[in-house]
């Protein structure tokens, strides 16, 4: 059974005629009436008492505004605080009536007012003081109870297994199936946790949804982190008035454990974000970089590709708001890993992760921040390829566009833009089909190239240098080209080749 956190209890008029120290006798209190609530307790001997009233009084008279007792003052005493929805009406006899009025009872009986008979023997503060003691005591114990209630939440959260031990707690004290979903309708817990939701009618409602919003049979209310709604716990059914105190509590516990969470990765982006940076520009060398990085879960045995993401969204919010690079590609989500650099989201994705899925997948993620652009680079190993893949991604993201795919890297431009770059390492990479290929087939294309570019790209001399036929100069260049890439009639192309190559002769920025 649910241990729901009941509301503030009131007496009813049921009680007050148990009580058998109060002595109080029903004179026309139907079996329908009896669980009406008392809050309070008024005495009057005003002729019409309703403008005072508040509803759900047990109003206390001795009858002395009316000594006849066949006087129609008391039909309409009773009719006009009939209307103000007061529970009951007690007389005391011996002091101004030594028996109740028929006229009252025939009143009680049209105005549907429960009437009830107080001996002499019980006082009117008698009565008072023991509705009040009785509300004391059931606020008390609603209190304790959510004290209670509180404190139990708050040990599942900490003590036990974060979100999924808070909703244990909380789905068996509401007894309804329990989630909470993120703001993009990303199920983060759920308990079953196979219960299926209405994610779709929940993110479409998102702007008008409030506290115990209902929306395809499911209340939800919204859990906001600095005035910006995050997530949204929701359960199965109309909104439980009963269990909302413990509710908001959960909710506030859910704000703290999301906030605690995004500090946790914000701090890890950017900590692996600083890294990443500096390596790329140069600063941090081969080694170093490899070992931070494989602390954080990176082995450079296998190929890594890099994707870049910019979101047209405020810095600041992206350390704030809980997005989660987890949902990007959730079949893969422990694969991967997500950095910021310098306003830059980045992914660093191994070789098995698919990386159109991936792009699609963050791009549409993302766009519910802002508007997303994306680039990504090649697969290449070791840490070298690591920055040459970003520097493809960079490439990539500099066109713009949300498909990202790979570009071939730009020697000027790197040179350009930062000498401190190994540039050694870059150049192997742009030229590694020739030089892979050379190895396999002795087929001299690095050799080739060299010479074409320091004959001006003049075939004629190219060939007699070489002592080939310019068939097979040819031949070969049109195999560079396939195999780079490359444009050998653009003169942007030959400057990069022309970089690529200087780098290895001179072991520009080896480590």
């Not at 007061?86 to 028996?99: C, E, M, R």
């Not at 997303?372 to 490439?395: D, N, P, V």
């Amino acid at each position: 059974m649910p241990n729901s956190t009941p509301r503030f209890a009131a007496v009813t008029l049921r009680s007050l005629l148990d009580e058998r120290s109060l002595q109080l006798r029903a004179i026309h209190a139907p079996e329908a009436y009896l669980d009406r609530e008392v809050r309070w307790v008024t005495v009057t001997e005003l002729v019409d008492p309703s403008p005072y009233l508040l509803g759900d009084e047990l109003i206390l008279t001795l009858g002395s505004s009316w000594t006849d007792p066949d006087s129609p003052e008391i039909d309409r005493f009773i009719e006009q605080i009939s209307k103000a929805n007061v529970t009951a009406v007690g007389i005391s006899l011996g002091f101004d009536h030594d028996h109740i009025p028929q006229r009252m009872i025939d009143a009680a009986s049209q105005f549907d007012l429960p009437l009830i008979d107080v001996p002499m023997t019980t006082s009117f503060r008698s009565i008072g003081e023991h509705v009040v003691e009785r509300i004391a005591s059931d606020r008390y114990a609603a209190v304790q109870q959510n004290l209670d209630s509180y404190e139990e939440l708050t040990d599942a959260l900490l003590t036990r297994l974060g979100l999924d031990g808070l909703l244990d707690t909380l789905r068996r004290k509401i007894g309804k199936p329990i989630a909470i979903l993120d703001y993009h309708g990303n199920v983060l817990a759920s308990r079953p946790e196979r219960e299926p939701w209405a994610v779709g009618g929940i993110i479409a409602a998102r702007p008008d949804l409030v506290h115990g919003s209902v929306v395809d049979d499911v209340a939800v209310y919204p859990i906001t982190y600095k005035d910006h709604v995050v997530a949204f716990l929701c359960s199965k059914g109309e909104a439980d008035a009963d269990a909302d105190a413990t509710i908001k509590f959960a909710i506030a516990l859910i704000a703290l454990e999301l906030s605690r969470r995004q500090a946790e990765l914000h701090g890890r982006r950017e900590l692996l974000g600083q890294v990443l940076g500096d390596y790329v520009q140069g600063d941090l060398a081969d080694h170093e970089a490899e070992r931070r990085l494989s602390r954080e879960g990176l082995s450079f045995d296998t190929p890594h590709r890099v994707l870049l993401a910019r979101v047209q969204w405020p810095q600041e919010r992206l350390a704030d708001i809980p997005w989660n690079g987890d949902m990007f590609l959730r079949e893969h989500a422990n694969s991967y890993i997500v950095a910021q650099v310098d306003g830059l989201i980045a992914v660093i994705a191994p070789e098995g992760v698919p990386i159109d899925a991936l792009a699609s997948s963050t791009v549409q993620y993302l766009q519910q921040l802002g508007p997303t652009t994306i680039g990504y680079g090649g697969l290449y190993t070791g840490i070298a390829g690591l920055r040459l893949s970003w520097l493809e991604a960079q490439e990539a993201l500099r066109h713009g566009g949300s498909g990202g795919s790979p570009r071939t890297m730009n020697m000027s431009r790197i040179v350009l833009a930062n000498m401190k770059v190994p540039l050694r390492h870059i150049g192997e990479e742009a030229l590694r089909p020739l030089i892979d290929y050379d190895r396999e087939h002795n087929a001299n294309l690095v050799a080739t190239l060299q010479a074409f570019l320091a004959n001006d790209c003049q075939t004629t001399e190219t060939a007699s240098m070489l002592f080939v036929h310019r068939n097979t100069l040819r031949y070969r260049l049109q195999l560079i080209e396939r195999l780079t890439s490359r444009d050998l009639n653009s003169f942007e192309d030959l400057v990069d080749l022309h970089l690529s190559l200087k780098a290895i002769e001179s072991g520009a920025g080896g480590s």
